[in-house]
């Protein structure tokens, strides 16, 4: 059930990316909603489940974001392993922590596309594209973030105002 | 040794899934120019729930540019609310009338076998340049058919599926284009940088001047001869090096693409 969450959120992020969001930004730049998911997910997800799920929405977001198949898998599962090996010394509820994850997902992101590209592919100067894209990347995907995160903060809000036994109460583990 | 691999085992665990992951995504590069079964899935899948977005998109682009026009209009009453929305239904099938007119104007310019398309989806990243059109191989849109509208060369279809198509746009890193300086004739090579194009091998001695129009050279056998592709934007000579750098503004505005042209393979 938590998988379905997980693919509808992802196929939500990428009808935002793909048709909804982009008039709202020129030049072909947008937040990375699917990135976010990512470290969400690897905030909350064991390394083999979230794994696996993660590989699969790379190779996905592959379809729909550039031409090389399988270069998402790669670059999201490792953004995925990397939070995840931080996950359990942190504290998820702290903005300025969600931030730096963000920030460093983003930068390792990039990093590894170029990486990707530029040893394996034959394409020229494609680390310029990225480098010419990557202040507004960062600053989008830290908006975004904040906004998600208060928004989620204020759901939670409303959640525990709402008489008990209204919602099915959460297994605490 | 034991007590080594139980402290690392989940280090050197992730290590070679990522190791996997590379080699995976290194093999599936030597591909043969096919869409992929997991790109086709994803395309087949998605391409409808794309396609009402983007007609929902477009509907509600038209009716909010009309009837809030730069935002002074907010206080109109309900009645005249709806004859602007019904106003701006109508402007939009007008301006739908008028690209499509212009498409149709390029078809009868360049007499060849043609499906029109409409864009319905832009790439999910901002590093790479490409579009999802509404058109696959069940209307004969084939991997590497050239994509142009009314102003030039727009691209090549990269993936289809039986109702959808990927674009790779020539603004995109990884797209090239043999090009030729249409005024002095002078070869060379359109590589897409983001937004513009960089043309390569254009040698120093050779006379490029801002404005010059580029057109496809057909050579290679990719895009059909003859296609614009854009106008020289900015021209660098070193004085020493063998190439100068020239910079081109394509004819095609990418932000505002909503129909276009796959040029369909000539029956012999």
Same mark, same amino acid.
């Given at each position: ?5 997980? %693919? ?67 670059? %999201? ?97 | ?17 990522? @190791? ?82 212009? @498409? ?63 674009? @790779? ?100």
């Amino acid at each position: 059930m938590q998988i379905l969450g997980y %693919l509808l959120l992802a196929g939500l992020a990428l009808v935002l990316q793909t048709v909804l969001l982009p008039p709202f930004f020129p030049g072909g730049i947008k937040p990375d909603l699917v990135l976010l998911l990512t470290i969400w997910i690897g905030l909350r997800e064991s390394p083999w489940r979230g794994g696996l799920l993660v590989y699969g929405l790379g190779w996905v977001y592959d379809a729909y974001a550039g031409t090389f198949p399988g270069l998402h898998g790669f670059v %999201l599962l490792t953004v995925f392993l990397t939070v995840c090996g931080m996950a359990t010394r942190l504290n998820t509820e702290s903005l300025p922590l969600i931030w730096c994850l963000v920030g460093g997902g983003t930068l390792l992101q990039a990093a590894l596309t170029v990486f990707a590209i530029e040893f394996f592919a034959e394409t020229s100067r494609f680390w310029a594209v990225v480098l010419n894209c990557l202040p507004a990347q960062m600053l989008l995907n830290l908006l975004f973030a904040y906004l998600l995160h208060n928004s989620g903060r204020r759901c939670r809000q409303l959640a525990d105002q709402l008489p008990p036994g209204l919602l099915p109460r959460r297994h605490e583990s | 040794m034991w007590e080594w691999w139980k402290k690392n085992r989940s280090l050197l665990f992730g290590l070679a899934l990522i @190791l996997a992951a590379l080699l995976t995504y290194s093999l599936g590069l030597k591909d043969d120019g096919r869409t992929g079964w997991v790109e086709g899935l994803a395309l087949r899948t998605g391409g409808p729930v794309l396609g009402v977005a983007a007609g929902a998109r477009y509907s509600v682009a038209g009716i909010w540019d009309a009837v809030i026009p730069g935002g002074s209009s907010l206080d109109l009453d309900a009645e005249s609310r709806r004859l602007r929305a019904e106003m701006a239904g109508i402007e939009e099938l007008k301006r739908e009338n008028d690209r499509l007119r212009r @498409l149709l104007g390029f078809v009868e310019e360049h007499p060849r076998r043609s499906v029109a398309a409409r864009v319905i989806a832009e790439d999910a990243s901002s590093w790479f340049r490409t579009i999802e059109i509404d058109r696959g191989y069940e209307d004969g849109v084939t991997e590497g058919l050239s994509v142009v509208d009314a102003a030039g060369l727009v691209g090549r279809v990269v993936r289809s599926t039986a109702h959808a198509a990927q674009v @790779l746009l020539i603004t995109d890193a990884s797209s090239a284009v043999a090009v030729l300086v249409q005024d002095e004739r002078i070869r060379g090579v359109c590589r897409g940088q983001g937004g513009t194009l960089a043309l390569d091998f254009a040698l120093v001695q050779d006379a490029i001047q801002v404005g010059d129009g580029v057109i496809t050279s057909g050579l290679g056998g990719v895009f059909p001869k003859g296609l614009v592709v854009g106008y020289v934007r900015s021209v660098h000579r070193e004085q020493f090096g063998l190439f100068q750098t020239v910079e081109v503004e394509p004819a095609v505005d990418f932000a505002h693409l909503e129909e276009v042209l796959v040029l369909l393979k000539e029956t012999p």
